[in-house]
C-alpha cells in the first residue's frame, strides 16, 4: 500500500486525488491545499489541512500546484528520506527544493472540474533520481492508468510545448471557429463532425499527410475571400498558420 499526501486544490489535484481516492493499492492519507474551502468538498473523505506544518507522514508527496509556486511551496517541506513530486509538464525536477528525494509525476491530459475523464488512458510521465524511487513512482502510476513512460526532465518540457500547440492553440482556434459561427448565428454543432474526423484521422495517418485546405492546395482565391471576412486579430493568425503550411508543402505565399 504506497501512503501520499496530495498538495493543491486546482484540476490536477482534483482529479488525482479523486482516482487516487479509488484505488485499492493506494491510501490518501491526506490533502493540503492554503485555501481551505477549494477542498472542502474532500471533508467527509479524507484529511484535509491549509497549515504546511500539519503535513501526515506518506511515502509520497505530490505537489500538484501552478509552475510558480513548486519552488516556493516545496521548500517548505520537510520530507527526509521521503519522495516528493510535481505534477508539471513544464518545469524541470530541480524546481523541487525540498531537502528530499525528488521527483515528477506529470499527467499528460487537460483538466476541468466539471469534467470526467478516463484516468486508465491517460499517459503518466515520471522521472525521479533513483531507481528505487523512479519503482514506487511506476507502482503508483500503474494503480490509476494503463499508460507510464519514462521521461526525463528536458524530454518533459520540450513534450510540454508539444502539448500546448495540440491542445491549447487547438482550443483557442476552435474558440475563433466558435466565434465565427456565432456572429453569423450558425450553430457550432455543425462543425463537430469534422472536428472528430480531423482528431480521429490521426490515428491512422501522420499530420503531415493528413493536411488539407487552401493553404496547402495554393488557392489563392479562397484565401483572399477569407481575409476579407475576417477581424484583424483573424487576419493574423490566418496568415501566420497559412504561411506556415505554405513553406512545409514547399509554397510560398
Not at 470526467?116 to 533520481?129: G, K, L, R, Y
Not at 476579407?228 to 496568415?239: C, D, G, R, V
Amino acid at each position: 500500500m504506497i501512503k501520499v499526501v496530495i498538495l493543491g486544490g486546482g484540476n490536477v489535484a482534483f482529479h488525482l486525488t479523486k482516482h487516487l481516492l479509488k484505488s485499492n493499492a493506494v491510501t490518501v492519507a491526506q490533502v493540503y491545499n492554503r485555501n481551505l474551502s477549494s477542498i472542502a468538498y474532500l471533508k467527509n473523505e479524507v484529511p484535509i489541512t491549509s497549515n504546511i506544518n500539519e503535513l501526515k507522514e506518506a511515502d509520497v508527496y505530490i505537489i500538484a500546484v501552478a509552475d510558480n509556486a513548486i519552488a516556493p511551496l516545496s521548500s517548505q517541506l520537510i520530507c527526509n528520506n521521503k519522495l516528493v513530486v510535481h505534477t508539471s509538464g513544464g518545469s524541470n525536477l530541480n524546481e523541487l527544493k525540498s531537502q528530499s528525494n525528488k521527483g515528477v509525476f506529470y499527467p499528460l491530459q487537460t483538466f476541468s472540474k466539471d469534467r470526467e475523464v478516463d484516468f486508465s488512458i491517460i499517459p503518466i510521465c515520471i522521472e525521479a533520481t533513483n531507481n528505487n524511487d523512479l519503482k514506487i513512482l511506476d507502482l503508483l502510476a500503474a494503480t490509476i492508468s494503463k499508460k507510464i513512460y519514462h521521461i526525463n526532465s528536458k524530454q518533459r518540457e520540450k513534450l510540454h510545448v508539444a502539448a500546448v500547440f495540440v491542445n491549447n492553440f487547438v482550443n483557442y482556434l476552435y474558440k475563433i471557429g466558435h466565434d465565427i459561427c456565432e456572429k453569423e448565428h450558425i450553430p457550432f454543432e455543425i462543425l463537430q463532425p469534422l472536428i472528430k474526423e480531423t482528431s480521429q484521422k490521426i490515428n491512422e495517418l501522420t499530420p503531415l499527410a493528413s493536411q488539407t485546405g487552401p493553404a496547402k492546395r495554393n488557392d489563392t482565391k479562397t484565401i483572399k475571400k477569407h481575409m476579407a471576412m475576417l477581424t484583424k486579430n483573424q487576419q493574423e493568425i490566418y496568415t501566420l498558420l497559412t504561411n506556415s503550411i505554405y513553406n512545409t508543402y514547399g509554397k510560398k505565399l
